[in-house]
């Protein structure tokens, strides 16, 4: 199909905005369903997935893909919550252009700046579209104007093009037209069309138009500007990436007749079809039962069947090109985020930069056969949602989740049930607390048991010292003239790396410590590689406690981005949470405070800090040192892992 003939575009805004009914319009509109579905009834074409009609709210990007006229359009309706914002960031790749949708009664929100965001930073075309302008108290006039001051000057409503502020917008954009206009006092429709083509498509201009899903206004207005404003794939704003052979930059030669090239931005798993690889087609052609080269993987995979994809359903096809977006079933070794080429003219293109987890949960097994599930079922939830890790607390042993938001964990747990039947409970993962020592101490370690027949027998003195921040552990060797045999020494260092494993006071490992075996003795029958050990073990427990042991926990640094009026709420709290603020700064039109906190103040910030700023601010953290408890709260952890230890050997 003729590339010139392609529109694609995502649909991105605040939860709520209307993104998925504004689809079900568009397929309405352009004749592509017999039947509007809506968001209530659960019957939409993009939020087929059970927890997005069990939720009423759109969790992962959906894929239209329908004829219109004589084009083909595709459209991505993203989800709008900021625990989804990887979808968006994903799907935007995807797409050559972006309708940002903006309530006309609650103007721009959280969800409007980063998708805003997001686009600028792929530099991608947008039409905005005010939504909801039928209710009672839409104040549309109110929020163009805001548009204006906080996105872009150059956004201008393009409901007449006789206006003169749309005339005037475009003349700006073109210093040849501006002279002209301001010679004439007006421009001919022959030039300013092509012009606001232009300057959409090169982001010189952000037309804005006003409407409602509900009463169908604006759709005719928003379809023609589609088509006649946004751009063909072949006209997509230059694509860059880098060429694996010499690391150089490298960009894209788009048509339909070059080499053939594309990018993995998403892989989904269909409860029919299995695993389904998606798949924006830059340039060139891809036929069904051929091969690609995958670049990243430096690797060539055959491939069965492409489909291209409206909903949940598939459609066979023998071959795409330009500007499709596509599904093929199956792959084995490409993944999300995978460049695809040719072998002999290969492109790299940048990876989906995600958000990291910003929270992390404990997950428990409630029996034992999903015991034995959990892992490979986490393992393929992670591949659908590169937002969502699984690791295991080498010092806990506990399996932790992390996501964006407990909104994403709690999604991911529903899906863990529904798909693969396992059932976990959540927890709070405990934090990876040590231990360290303040001072020197030297003390002896003797384990005897001699009572008739073959007895045990090791003896050891030793020394223990804090080494500098960061070191974790050192065993030196001082003994002289055989006070203890030589093949027991290592057996004395096994039992003390042992005991600082486990730790001394509260079950967590001891680090920054120097052990120097000093001297000890030894009996001829009763010595053995145990006894050494365990005389090293106790020589360790018994030391720790003469040297100042204290406990050490993981400090965050953490960024929070707010808008100005909370700024006092938000150096309060972090304060009440033991933090350090280190700094403030100014981003855009947010403010953004840094300070480091440690991390078991930090479990439920995601949702405090919902609840301070109704969900207009956003935070980032990542580890930065390990710092001394305070001893009061030392206590406390201390008291509760003896207890907890003590139960553990009463059972
Ligand atoms: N009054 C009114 N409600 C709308 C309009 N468009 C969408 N809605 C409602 O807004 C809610 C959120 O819509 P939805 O399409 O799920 O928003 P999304 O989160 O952006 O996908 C639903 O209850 C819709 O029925 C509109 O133009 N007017
Ligand atoms: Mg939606």
Same mark, same amino acid.
């Given at each position: 199909?003729?590339?010139?003939?392609?529109?694609?575009?995502?649909?991105?805004?605040?939860?709520?905005?209307?993104?998925?009914?504004?689809?079900?319009?568009?397929?309405?509109?352009?004749?592509?369903?017999?039947?509007?579905?809506?968001?209530?009834?659960?019957?939409?074409?993009?939020?087929?997935?059970?927890?997005?009609?069990?939720?009423?709210?759109?969790?992962?990007?959906?894929?239209?893909? /329908?004829?219109?006229?004589?084009?083909?359009?595709?459209?991505?309706?993203?989800?709008?919550?900021?625990?989804?914002?990887?979808?968006?960031?994903?799907?935007?790749?995807?797409?050559?252009?972006?309708?940002?949708?903006?309530?006309?009664?609650?103007?721009?929100? +959280?969800?409007?700046?980063?998708?805003?965001?997001?686009?600028?930073?792929?530099?991608?075309?947008?039409?905005?579209?005010?939504?909801?302008?039928?209710?009672?108290?839409?104040?549309?006039?109110?929020?163009?104007?805001?548009?204006?001051?906080?996105?872009?000057?150059?956004?201008?409503?393009?409901?007449?093009?006789?206006?003169?502020?749309?005339?005037?917008?475009?003349?700006?954009?073109?210093?040849?037209?501006?002279?002209?206009?301001?010679?004439?006092?007006?421009?001919?429709?022959?030039?300013?069309?092509?012009?606001?083509?232009?300057?959409?498509?090169?982001?010189?201009?952000?037309?804005?138009?006003?409407?409602?899903?509900?009463?169908?206004?604006?759709? $005719?207005?928003?379809?023609?500007?589609?088509?006649?404003?946004?751009?063909?794939?072949?006209?997509?704003?230059?694509?860059?990436?880098?060429?694996?052979?010499?690391?150089?930059?490298?960009? &894209?030669?788009?048509?339909?007749?070059?080499?053939?090239?594309?990018?993995?931005?998403?892989?989904?798993?269909?409860?029919?079809?299995?695993?389904?690889?998606?798949?924006?087609?830059?340039?060139?052609?891809?036929?069904?039962?051929?091969?690609?080269?995958? +670049?990243?993987?430096?690797?060539?995979?055959?491939?069965?069947?492409?489909?291209?994809?409206?909903?949940?359903?598939?459609?066979?096809?023998?071959?795409?090109?330009?500007?499709?977006?596509?599904?093929?079933?199956?792959?084995?070794?490409?993944?999300?985020?995978?460049?695809?080429?040719?072998?002999?003219?290969?492109?790299?293109?940048?990876?989906?930069?995600?958000?990291?987890?910003?929270?992390?949960?404990?997950?428990?097994?409630?029996?034992? #056969?999903?015991?034995?599930?959990?892992?490979?079922?986490?393992?393929?939830?992670?591949?659908?949602?590169?937002?969502?890790?699984?690791?295991?607390?080498? *010092?806990?042993?506990? #399996?932790?989740?992390?996501?964006?938001?407990?909104?994403?964990?709690?999604?991911?747990?529903?899906?863990?049930?529904?798909?693969?039947?396992?059932? +976990?409970?959540?927890?709070?993962?405990?934090?990876?607390?040590?231990?360290?020592?303040?001072?020197?101490?030297?003390?002896?370690?003797?384990?005897?048991? $001699?009572?008739?027949?073959?007895? *045990?027998?090791?003896?050891?003195?030793?020394?223990?010292?804090?080494?500098?921040?960061?070191?974790?552990?050192?065993? &030196?060797?001082?003994? /002289?003239?055989?006070?203890?045999?030589?093949?027991?020494?290592?057996?004395?260092?096994?039992?003390?790396?042992?005991?600082?494993?486990?730790?001394?006071?509260?079950?967590?490992?001891?680090?920054? &410590?120097?052990?120097?075996?000093?001297?000890?003795?030894?009996?001829? &029958?009763?010595?053995?590689?145990?006894?050494?050990?365990?005389?090293?073990?106790?020589?360790?427990?018994?030391?720790?406690?003469?040297?100042?042991?204290?406990?050490?926990?993981?400090?965050?640094?953490?960024?929070?981005?707010?808008?100005?009026?909370?700024?006092?709420?938000?150096?309060?709290?972090?304060?009440?949470?033991?933090?350090?603020?280190?700094?403030?700064?100014?981003?855009?039109?947010?403010?953004?405070?840094?300070?480091?906190?440690?991390?078991?103040?930090?479990?439920?910030?995601?949702?405090?800090?919902?609840?301070?700023?109704?969900?207009?601010?956003?935070?980032?953290?990542?580890?930065?040192?390990?710092?001394?408890?305070? #001893?009061?709260?030392?206590?406390?952890?201390?008291? #509760?892992? *003896?207890?907890?230890?003590?139960?553990?050997?009463?059972?």
């Amino acid at each position: 199909m003729d590339a010139k003939l392609k529109r694609n575009f995502i649909l991105v805004g605040h939860a709520q905005s209307g993104k998925t009914s504004l689809s079900e319009s568009i397929l309405a509109f352009c004749k592509a369903t017999s039947r509007k579905g809506s968001v209530a009834e659960g019957n939409t074409v993009s939020d087929y997935s059970a927890d997005e009609i069990e939720r009423k709210i759109s969790i992962s990007s959906g894929l239209l893909t /329908f004829k219109y006229n004589n084009y083909q359009i595709q459209v991505i309706d993203a989800p709008g919550y900021a625990d989804f914002i990887g979808e968006v960031i994903s799907s935007s790749r995807a797409v050559d252009a972006a309708v940002i949708l903006v309530d006309a009664v609650s103007g721009i929100e +959280v969800g409007t700046e980063k998708s805003w965001e997001i686009l600028d930073s792929l530099r991608l075309p947008r039409i905005l579209f005010i939504n909801k302008i039928e209710k009672e108290n839409a104040n549309p006039a109110g929020i163009i104007a805001e548009i204006k001051e906080r996105f872009s000057k150059k956004a201008v409503l393009i409901e007449s093009l006789d206006s003169s502020d749309l005339i005037e917008a475009v003349a700006e954009t073109d210093d040849k037209l501006l002279e002209k206009y301001l010679e004439a006092g007006s421009l001919p429709k022959e030039e300013l069309l092509p012009a606001l083509r232009s300057a959409v498509i090169n982001c010189k201009l952000y037309p804005i138009i006003q409407g409602s899903v509900a009463t169908d206004k604006g759709m $005719q207005e928003l379809m023609q500007a589609i088509l006649d404003y946004f751009p063909s794939p072949l006209e997509r704003p230059p694509l860059k990436g880098k060429d694996p052979k010499n690391n150089e930059e490298k960009q &894209v030669n788009i048509s339909e007749s070059n080499d053939f090239c594309a990018f993995v931005f998403k892989t989904i798993s269909d409860p029919y079809v299995g695993q389904l690889t998606m798949i924006r087609i830059f340039s060139g052609m891809l036929a069904s039962n051929t091969a690609f080269y995958n +670049v990243s993987k430096a690797l060539k995979e055959r491939i069965g069947q492409i489909y291209l994809v409206h909903g949940k359903e598939q459609r066979a096809v023998e071959s795409v090109n330009c500007g499709d977006i596509i599904a093929i079933a199956k792959l084995k070794d490409t993944a999300t985020s995978d460049s695809l080429a040719t072998e002999q003219n290969p492109i790299l293109f940048d990876p989906i930069k995600f958000p990291e987890p910003a929270i992390s949960s404990s997950v428990k097994p409630r029996s034992r #056969q999903d015991e034995e599930r959990i892992s490979a079922s986490l393992a393929k939830l992670t591949v659908e949602d590169p937002t969502f890790k699984v690791s295991r607390d080498i *010092q806990t042993k506990e #399996q932790i989740i992390s996501g964006i938001g407990d909104l994403h964990l709690d999604i991911m747990i529903g899906r863990l049930k529904k798909r693969f039947n396992v059932e +976990v409970d959540l927890g709070t993962p405990k934090v990876a607390y040590k231990e360290t020592i303040t001072k020197s101490a030297r003390v002896q370690g003797k384990y005897k048991k $001699q009572s008739g027949g073959k007895g *045990q027998y090791g003896d050891v003195w030793i020394e223990i010292e804090p080494l500098p921040k960061g070191e974790e552990f050192e065993f &030196v060797d001082k003994i /002289f003239g055989g006070a203890i045999p030589r093949n027991f020494i290592p057996s004395v260092e096994k039992g003390v790396r042992k005991a600082i494993a486990e730790g001394a006071i509260s079950g967590n490992p001891l680090v920054g &410590v120097r052990v120097t075996l000093v001297d000890g003795s030894y009996h001829t &029958v009763d010595s053995s590689d145990i006894a050494f050990q365990i005389a090293g073990r106790m020589a360790l427990r018994k030391a720790v406690q003469e040297a100042g042991a204290v406990l050490l926990e993981p400090i965050m640094e953490v960024e929070v981005y707010v808008p100005d009026e909370f700024m006092g709420h938000i150096t309060g709290d972090l304060n009440s949470r033991r933090g350090r603020i280190m700094g403030m700064d100014t981003k855009g039109k947010l403010q953004v405070v840094k300070a480091t906190v440690p991390l078991s103040e930090m479990f439920s910030y995601a949702s405090d800090l919902r609840s301070l700023t109704g969900g207009r601010g956003s935070y980032s953290m990542k580890f930065s040192t390990y710092e001394q408890v305070p #001893q009061k709260i030392a206590s406390t952890i201390i008291a #509760q892992a *003896q207890a907890a230890k003590k139960e553990e050997q009463e059972e």
